[in-house]
């Protein structure tokens, strides 16, 4: 005995206006129906079943890394038809979840609630309260209030329309009843479809009792069919987001403004400024400080570290005390120790800057290892690809490189060593030196600059 899990997936989306399967339009930066297998995941089905229809290719290849089992529903025949599809070799035993691709903020409370209603003479159906039901399937209950149908919108009478209870579509229910119940669907109805939801008077004829739970929120149960739905409800899941960080301590300069497309773990005192994005796994630790318009995708972002405006980082750690920004891109593979300065227009990929090393402005430092208290100066560029292949730069303790010096890689330069600015370093500086080159000064006494010509 266990839960079996059967995701409708096979809707077109016209009204998106779009090349892209509808559920394959993102919430948060992901798939609709990637949230939905989630949420499949979280309430503990042991088995998942999409049944896909439009653009079935694209939608299997984007989720082809969930463990999930695939059926096609070659023509769309209706929610009972798209079920059925999917029906094949589910044990009796199990309890059935239908969920859909196309509702992607579903909760997991809510679910385990209503599958949690399942026994053998009970199924479960999630309905909600609406102020405006147009379109959706009505609850009807007899004097008793116990649920006896659903009637679709197109098939309901005035009175029976003005019933606000609406059907959500989920539904939780014993396999072997649910499999025998859709055998025994029709299509007689104005759309001509097999409505899944005709399953709820045969299941009051057959002596189940139907017994209802609700969404915690309204947006759990709202299906997307075209832009704007979506756009809402990417809005309220924001919204949530914000909330979830603020709960845990992040201090947010306005809720409204940021926008959370992973998972982000916070410590205490963190400040995050407008407009900033975090992507992926974002791990930020205490005191962090983080200025507006700055976008964090996959990084680790110690205590005590400020981030000021308009930085990227992107695969990148920043160890405690260090400061970031404004304008600085922190590409994969930048791996900060503790205090360290990275200042503004300063681009760095796949290095390691040593304790208390400092590149402030306007630097490329790529495949290079800068050791402890090192001054990168302005300007200075490391020259690590020569058009076919990448080279290290590596770099000691203690070094002072001169502003608007090139390091012509692969070169190592020692500790302690000083590069003059404007130096193109192409050898190797041995520990403790003065490396210059540059050529020397000249002054020309008298000289005249040019006069424009009458
Ligand atoms: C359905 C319900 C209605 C409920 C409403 C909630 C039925 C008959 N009606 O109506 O009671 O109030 O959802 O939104 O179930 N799908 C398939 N294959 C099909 C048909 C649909 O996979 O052949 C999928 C769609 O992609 C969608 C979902 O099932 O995700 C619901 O289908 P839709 O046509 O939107 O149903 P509604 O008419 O809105
Ligand atoms: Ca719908």
């Given at each position: 005995?266990?839960?079996?899990?059967?995701?409708?997936?096979?809707?077109?989306?016209?009204?998106?206006?779009?090349?892209?399967?509808?559920?394959?339009?993102?919430?948060?930066?992901?798939?609709?129906?990637?949230?939905?297998?989630?949420?499949?995941?979280?309430?503990?089905?042991?088995?998942?079943?999409?049944?896909?229809?439009?653009?079935?290719?694209?939608?299997?290849?984007?989720?082809?890394?969930?463990?999930?089992?695939?059926?096609?529903?070659?023509?769309?025949?209706?929610?009972?038809?798209?079920?059925?599809?999917?029906?094949?070799?589910?044990?009796?035993?199990?309890?059935?979840?239908?969920?859909?691709?196309?509702?992607?903020?579903?909760?997991?409370?809510?679910?385990?609630?209503?599958?949690?209603?399942?026994?053998?003479?009970?199924?479960?159906?999630?309905?909600?309260?609406?102020?405006?039901?147009?379109?959706?399937?009505?609850?009807?209950?007899?004097?008793?209030?116990?649920?006896?149908?659903?009637?679709?919108?197109?098939?309901?009478?005035?009175?029976?329309?003005?019933?606000?209870?609406?059907?959500?579509?989920?539904?939780?229910?014993?396999?072997?009843?649910?499999?025998?119940?859709?055998?025994?669907?029709?299509?007689?109805?104005?759309?001509?479809?097999?409505?899944?939801?005709?399953?709820?008077?045969?299941?009051?004829?057959?002596?189940?009792?139907?017994?209802?739970?609700?969404?915690?929120?309204?947006?759990?149960?709202?299906?997307?069919?075209?832009?704007?739905?979506?756009?809402?409800?990417?809005?309220?899941?924001?919204?949530?987001?914000?909330?979830?960080?603020?709960?845990?301590?992040?201090?947010?300069?306005?809720?409204?403004?940021?926008?959370?497309?992973?998972?982000?773990?916070?410590?205490?005192?963190?400040?995050?400024?407008?407009?900033?994005?975090?992507?992926?796994?974002?791990?930020?630790?205490?005191?962090?400080?983080?200025?507006?318009?700055?976008?964090?995708?996959?990084?680790?972002?110690?205590?005590?570290?400020?981030?000021?405006?308009?930085?990227?980082?992107?695969?990148?750690?920043?160890?405690?005390?260090?400061?970031?920004?404004?304008?600085?891109?922190?590409?994969?593979?930048?791996?900060?120790?503790?205090?360290?300065?990275?200042?503004?227009?300063?681009?760095?990929?796949?290095?390691?800057?040593?304790?208390?090393?400092?590149?402030?402005?306007?630097?490329?430092?790529?495949?290079?290892?800068?050791?402890?208290?090192?001054?990168?100066?302005?300007?200075?560029?490391?020259?690590?690809?020569?058009?076919?292949?990448?080279?290290?730069?590596?770099?000691?303790?203690?070094?002072?490189?001169?502003?608007?010096?090139?390091?012509?890689?692969?070169?190592?330069?020692?500790?302690?060593?000083?590069?003059?600015?404007?130096?193109?370093?192409?050898?190797?500086?041995?520990?403790?030196?003065?490396?210059?080159?540059?050529?020397?000064?000249k002054n020309i006494i008298g000289w005249k600059r040019p006069v424009?010509?009458?």
């Open positions: 005995m266990g839960l079996s899990i059967i995701i409708l997936a096979a809707g077109q989306g016209t009204r998106m206006r779009s090349s892209l399967p509808k559920v394959l339009h993102k919430l948060a930066d992901r798939p609709m129906l990637e949230h939905v297998i989630d949420c499949a995941e979280s309430v503990g089905a042991h088995q998942i079943r999409v049944v896909y229809g439009h653009g079935g290719e694209q939608v299997i290849n984007t989720s082809s890394h969930r463990e999930v089992e695939w059926f096609e529903q070659k023509e769309q025949l209706g929610t009972g038809h798209a079920v059925a599809q999917a029906l094949d070799g589910i044990s009796d035993e199990d309890t059935l979840l239908i969920l859909y691709g196309d509702v992607p903020l579903i909760g997991h409370a809510t679910l385990t609630r209503l599958y949690s209603l399942c026994n053998d003479k009970t199924m479960g159906l999630l309905t909600a309260r609406l102020d405006d039901a147009t379109g959706y399937g009505r609850i009807v209950r007899n004097e008793q209030g116990q649920v006896t149908a659903i009637i679709e919108h197109k098939d309901a009478s005035d009175e029976q329309r003005q019933i606000s209870e609406v059907n959500t579509g989920f539904m939780a229910a014993p396999a072997k009843h649910m499999k025998r119940w859709v055998s025994a669907l029709s299509s007689n109805n104005s759309q001509g479809e097999y409505y899944l939801t005709d399953v709820i008077a045969m299941a009051v004829a057959d002596g189940i009792e139907v017994s209802t739970e609700h969404p915690n929120y309204p947006e759990e149960i709202f299906g997307v069919n075209d832009r704007r739905q979506l756009a809402h409800l990417e809005r309220y899941y924001q919204k949530q987001q914000a909330l979830e960080l603020m709960m845990a301590g992040v201090a947010l300069r306005d809720p409204a403004r940021i926008d959370v497309r992973g998972i982000v773990s916070a410590g205490q005192d963190v400040e995050i400024d407008i407009n900033v994005i975090l992507e992926g796994n974002v791990v930020i630790g205490n005191n962090v400080r983080i200025g507006a318009n700055c976008v964090i995708r996959n990084s680790v972002i110690e205590d005590d570290v400020i981030i000021l405006e308009n930085c990227v980082i992107e695969d990148a750690k920043v160890g405690h005390s260090s400061k970031v920004g404004p304008f600085a891109r922190l590409r994969p593979e930048a791996n900060l120790a503790d205090h360290v300065h990275v200042g503004n227009f300063v681009e760095i990929k796949k290095s390691d800057v040593g304790s208390g090393s400092k590149v402030n402005h306007l630097s490329y430092i790529g495949d290079t290892t800068i050791g402890q208290r090192v001054n990168i100066g302005a300007g200075t560029i490391t020259c690590n690809y020569d058009g076919a292949n990448k080279h290290r730069t590596i770099i000691g303790d203690d070094v002072f490189i001169g502003s608007d010096t090139q390091l012509v890689a692969p070169v190592t330069v020692g500790d302690k060593a000083t590069v003059g600015a404007g130096a193109t370093i192409t050898g190797d500086v041995p520990e403790g030196t003065l490396s210059i080159s540059r050529v020397s000064q424009k010509k009458k």
